[in-house]
């Protein structure tokens, strides 16, 4: 009886221990855990190399950009002086383009921070009498007279336009094309005469808005010392100013 009961149980241990045998056959080998953390550490230590390395190309195009409006800048300055450098002595025989480019560099320069403050705006479609007067007042009251741009985008027809009014090269200096300063004084009609109460400067952007300061202006078919007159009787914020110009043009006899 002993040896029938122990059979079984024997067999019980066998099955068991086969089992447990299979099933650890089943799991394979321990994960190790360590390891996986060090891959861990060494991908995140890849990726925050590969950010450093962006920030640091990013730093550098961005400094690159920096020197290259630096490099422009001076070089526009000395194209500047050298330009006005071989310029040519004025003449007032010959109409000179090239002088006349420069001397309305000149004036450009100061960024109208000391330019005058009695802007005429005008354009090369008005009638050639009219516009040579103008000119001729401003100039003599210490003004300037404002174009929008070159008629039709053409610099020769711009060249004959002011060659046809035959003023010597002093007088042309004082005439500039600057589109800046019809859109800062919201300018869309010429003749238009503007005094400003003090100087300011041009926002050189296409997307900025200058400030201008306060001033007065008139608009219509008027000659130069008409307008200053009527600016300075009308007590404005360039009352003032407007009769500085005013005297001056009275005391050249224009």
């Known amino acids: 009886m002993k040896k029938l009961c122990t059979f079984p149980v024997l067999m019980i241990f066998i099955s068991l221990a086969a089992i447990c045998g299979a099933a650890a056959q089943t799991l394979g080998p321990e994960l190790d855990l360590a390891a996986i953390r060090a891959k861990a550490q060494s991908d995140a230590g890849e990726a925050e190399a590969l950010a450093a ?36 002595p004025p003449s007032n025989d010959i109409f000179d383009f090239d002088r006349m480019v420069v001397d309305a560099g000149t004036v450009a320069k100061s960024e109208f921070g000391e330019a005058p403050r009695f802007i005429a705006f005008a354009s090369l479609a008005m009638p050639p009498a009219a516009l040579k007067q103008m000119i001729r007042d401003v100039n003599a009251a210490g003004g300037v007279v404002a174009l929008r741009g070159f008629p039709q985008g053409s610099a020769k027809a711009f060249t004959e336009a002011l060659g046809n009014l035959a003023l010597d090269q002093d007088t042309l200096g004082q005439v500039g094309i600057d589109p800046r300063l019809f859109r800062a004084f919201n300018v869309t009609a010429v003749p238009t005469y503007v005094v400003a109460s003090s100087d300011f400067d041009l926002c050189d952007g296409f997307d900025c808005q200058t400030t201008v300061p306060p001033h007065d202006r008139i608009s219509g078919n008027v000659k130069p010392a008409f307008a200053l007159e009527t600016i300075a009787q009308g007590q404005g914020p360039a009352a003032r100013i407007a009769s500085q110009y005013l005297g001056r043009l009275e005391r050249t006899g224009q």
């Open 53 to 88: 390395t962006a920030r640091a190309r990013a730093k550098a195009v961005m400094e690159e950009a920096d020197a290259s409006v630096r490099a422009a800048q001076t070089h526009g300055q000395n194209y500047a002086q050298a330009a006005i450098a071989a310029a040519k």
